[in-house]
T-cell receptor, first 113, second 117 residues
């Protein structure tokens, strides 16, 4: 089954404790991205990746890092989480530049105390 | 900068009726794409429909159709024959080509649709 998976689905952590949210897709997609969803703000893009070793900032990259060492994986790293990073996070992938449909993962609800 | 505006925080519709969810956009790029996503209470984002800026005809997918009015920069979603399972948050989004290879998806703030029996 074609899908985008994220782990963990729910996470409660404390300020400053490094964490990684994993994202994996099994569709051999080139393009992957991370979004955060906050009430009243919709979804905002954090980072995206055009292919292996090619990443770039989205609208709200501060406090986040990403890596793309393999095509299928695109982890989101919070080196020193803060309470304002409490949010619902989505990973998404798309086959190529000429393909428009983005497939979203199930979401990761992160709470930073 | 690109912007998507959804002015309806919430909408109510009765089962079997049609409903229109509004979306206006702002971009200076001639090439762009418009999307609608559905987010049920379980949280996942479900792709519904896509319209390219150069597409001549309005997109349709089953009960969903996109009323694309380019001159007015609007891309309203029309759901025909609403069902109880249509109750969800709906997001309008835009993909902007920008410079070659630059891919950005901008979302509106969403409209919560409630379908009543």
């Amino acid at each position: 089954e074609a899908q985008v998976t994220q782990n963990p689905r729910y996470l409660i952590t404390v300020t400053g404790k490094k964490l990684t949210v994993t994202c994996s897709q099994n569709m051999n997609h080139e393009y992957m991205s991370w979004y955060r969803q906050d009430p009243g703000l919709g979804l905002r893009q954090i980072y995206y990746s055009m292919n292996v070793e090619v990443t770039d900032k989205g609208d709200v990259p501060e406090g986040y890092k990403v890596s793309r060492k393999e095509k299928r994986n695109f982890p989101l790293i919070l080196e020193s989480p803060s309470p304002n990073q409490t949010s619902l996070y989505f990973c998404a992938s798309r086959a190529s530049l000429s393909t428009d449909t983005q497939y979203f993962g199930p979401g990761t609800r992160l709470t930073v105390l | 900068a690109q912007k998507i505006t959804q002015t309806q925080p919430g909408m109510f519709v009765q089962e079997k009726e049609a409903v229109t969810l509004d979306c206006t956009y702002d971009t200076s790029d001639p090439s762009y794409g418009l999307f609608w996503y559905k987010q049920p209470s379980s949280g996942e984002m479900i792709f519904l429909i896509y319209q390219g800026s150069y597409d001549q005809q309005n997109a349709t997918e089953g009960r969903y159709s996109l009323n694309f009015q380019k001159a007015r920069k609007s891309a309203n979603l029309v759901i025909s024959a609403s069902q109880l399972g249509d109750s969800a948050m709906y997001f309008c989004a835009m993909r902007d080509q920008g410079l070659v290879g630059f891919q950005k998806l901008v979302f509106g703030t969403g409209t919560r649709l409630l379908v009543s029996p």
